[in-house]
Each structure stands twice: as C-alpha cells, then as structure tokens.
C-alpha cells in the first residue's frame, strides 16, 4: 500500500532542494513551538531565557540545514526536534553571545504558553509531549468547526466543544433539548463530527510522521495523551 507525501517525509526527501526543505521545516517549528518552549520551561529556564533558547533553535534549524544529514527512515518530527532541542540546550552556553536572528515571539503567545505551564506535568518530557498533543488535536477542532460555521458540514457548531468535553454540557438528553433535537439526531450528530474529527487527526499527524503504519499509533498515542 502506498501511503501519501506528507511535510515531513517531504522534508526528509527534498534532499536536492535546501530552500524548499527551510520552508517546509520552518512551517512546522512555528505552528509547533509551544511544546518546546514548555520543554525549555520545565528543564529550568525563566520566561525569556525559554523564549530565546527556542528562538536560537528554531534559527540553528533553519539556518545551519541540519535535516541534510538526518537518514530518510526517521521516523517521528515529534521525537526527532525534542533530541535536537535537548543537545541544543546542553551546549547553549556556548551560543548565548551569538546574534540571534529572526521575529522574536509573540508576547500574547508566551503568556499562553505560561497558562499552560501551570498545568503542564513537571518532566521535561512529558509536558512536551501533552503539549503538543494539545497543540495538534486542537488545530483539528479548530478545523472541524469551520466546517460546520460554513456550511461545509450540516449542524450546530457550537456543539462540538461540549460533545468533545471541552466545555460543561449536560446529558445527551439534555443537550438535544436546548438544541431542539431529538436523542437520535443529537447521536448522529456526534458520530458523523467524531468520524471526521479522527480523519483530521490523521491527517494533521501524517504531516508530522513517516510511513502510513506510524500514523495511527501517533494518533492514538497523541489522544491518550490527553486523557
């Protein structure tokens, strides 16, 4: 079975084509940076000194191509920058008079990455991971109701957060009431969105995976994640 090119096994392929492979790389750190930046918080850095180290990361990345010498069988984008992110960290010292280059980041979105820290677990590791696992499954939701505010998809969008349990809801009974549905059309409803739900999840992790096998034990893996 062949699977489908995704950004990352793109990366990993466009072994003739540095830029292209920069701009593929930089799409994902800047949509992917808050697990490290709580990486960075968790392995004992301050607000700033957090958002520096993976601002200089992000720009070794970028700039120095490392993703040339990376062998194409790699396996995981997630496993595979929190090694990078751990050997930049234990030689920082060593760059911290380097001119940084590139935007600093947003301030609005450190202080939503420090909210996030009060409840992020203490290992390094682990609040990377839930991070970006919350990270990822929240782009697909974002997504999902989308679709449904622009008639992409039939039904209340303002469902979707309470039957996914991101916000206070009742009983199936009385959510299909305040919604003027009956019992069966409230949990047809909710298959249909959780069926496509799991299809942007699958195809949000297949951007950050190769090989089609791998997908879905990232997903489930990202889903246990959040429990």
Not at 81 to 103: F, K
Request: with cysteine; hydrophobic share 40%; glycine share 6%.
């Amino acid at each position: 079975m062949r699977y489908p090119t995704t950004r990352w096994s793109s990366i990993l392929g466009a072994r003739a084509d540095a830029e292209q492979r920069r701009i593929l790389l930089g799409e994902l750190l800047t949509e992917y940076w808050r697990p490290l930046y709580l990486f960075c918080r968790r392995q004992g850095l301050d607000t700033e000194a957090a958002a520096d180290a993976v601002q200089d990361f992000i720009a070794a990345m970028l700039e120095r191509d490392v993703l040339q010498r990376v062998h194409p069988d790699r396996g995981r984008l997630r496993t595979y920058l929190r090694v990078c992110l751990r050997n930049h960290l234990a030689h920082r010292w060593e760059r911290q008079n380097s001119q940084r280059r590139g935007g600093r980041l947003d301030r609005t979105s450190l202080e939503a990455a420090e909210a996030e820290l009060s409840t992020a677990p203490h290992d390094p590791d682990e609040a990377y991971d839930r991070a970006w696992a919350g990270k990822l499954l929240s782009r697909c939701l974002d997504t999902l109701e989308a679709e449904y505010k622009h008639g992409q998809r039939a039904g209340p969008s303002a469902l979707l957060r309470a039957l996914f349990g991101l916000q206070a809801a009742g009983s199936y009974e009385e959510i299909a009431l305040a919604h003027d549905m009956s019992l069966s059309q409230l949990k047809s409803f909710a298959h249909r969105a959780r069926v496509r739900y799991r299809q942007l999840v699958l195809a949000e992790v297949a951007d950050t995976v190769v090989g089609g096998p791998m997908i879905t034990d990232e997903a489930l893996e990202l889903m246990d994640l959040m429990r």
